[in-house]
């Protein structure tokens, strides 16, 4: 399920886009679905060399690590046709609020957090050469719902990073989209034992919502829960603290 609908969203057919973590887990699903409509060119990003041939001439290896400047400019001058960026790259390090180092806490907010911010600003002018151009963040259920680790308060600041950007790109015809959704089959949910969605059916959500101009994306009913209960106050999401 989307929302708000703009006029217009981003044309995929014959596009060029760029996906960071673009070569495994959601990315990937992400490149193959781009490809699938029809994207001309995609940049899949990995923060290593990624050996032997491609699975389809039309994809483009990069290496971005989203968490170092000087990568992240080499990229824009590598990629400078893209008119869609899917901020995808991510990392979850299992971090308690109270007893995980900071540093790893802050790893999480420089990836989640400052990677999407970081990329945003060295593509806007990239973005901002086409009529018509799209940045989605890849963001989680977990922005409005915390286990008590830092990757919820990364995912946090990545859905205020969003509608931020959003607000400060609309005047070159950029529009930015929020995906917001609960487990995807990935590396990162290897060690989760709870219904996962298959990533495939997320980046058809996804491509849809680039087309169509979408500023946010519910993607399953998990995450349309989760929201819905935002303005029920904080004991509708955290039940066991009503009856603490
Ligand atoms: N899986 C879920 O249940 C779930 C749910 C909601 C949201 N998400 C979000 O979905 C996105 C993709 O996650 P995933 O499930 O596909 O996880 P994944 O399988 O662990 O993949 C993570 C991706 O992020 C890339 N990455 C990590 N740190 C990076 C950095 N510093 N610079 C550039 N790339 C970096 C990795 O690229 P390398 O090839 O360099 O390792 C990899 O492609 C993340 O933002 C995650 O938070 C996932």
Request: proline letters at 4%.
């Amino acid at each position: 399920m989307s929302s708000t609908h703009p006029s217009s969203g981003t044309r995929i057919e014959g596009a060029a886009a760029l996906v960071t973590g673009g070569n495994r887990g959601f990315g990937r699903a992400l490149v193959d679905e781009l490809l699938g409509r029809g994207a001309a060119k995609v940049y899949a990003t990995s923060r290593s060399t990624q050996p032997g041939p491609q699975r389809d001439s039309r994809i483009v290896p990069l290496i971005l690590d989203v968490a170092d400047d000087s990568s992240v400019a080499a990229a824009a001058r590598a990629a400078p046709d893209v008119s869609i960026l899917v901020n995808n790259a991510g990392i979850s390090l299992a971090t308690r609020v109270l007893e995980a180092p900071l540093s790893d806490i802050r790893d999480e907010l420089e990836t989640n957090l400052f990677g999407i911010i970081r990329v945003a600003r060295a593509f806007a002018p990239v973005l901002a050469l086409q009529p018509r151009s799209s940045i989605v963040d890849v963001l989680s259920a977990l922005s409005w719902l915390s286990f008590g680790r830092g990757y919820e308060i990364s995912k946090a600041a990545a859905w205020s990073a969003t509608n931020a950007l959003r607000l400060a790109i609309r005047d070159q015809g950029t529009i930015v989209t929020g995906l917001h959704v609960g487990y995807m089959d990935t590396d990162m949910t290897a060690r989760v034992d709870a219904p996962k969605a298959d990533p495939r059916d997320i980046a058809r959500q996804t491509a849809d919502a680039i087309i169509a101009g979408d500023f946010e994306i519910l993607a399953d009913d998990t995450t349309r829960a989760i929201k819905s209960h935002l303005s029920e106050g904080v004991t509708a999401l955290y039940a066991h603290l009503a009856a603490a």
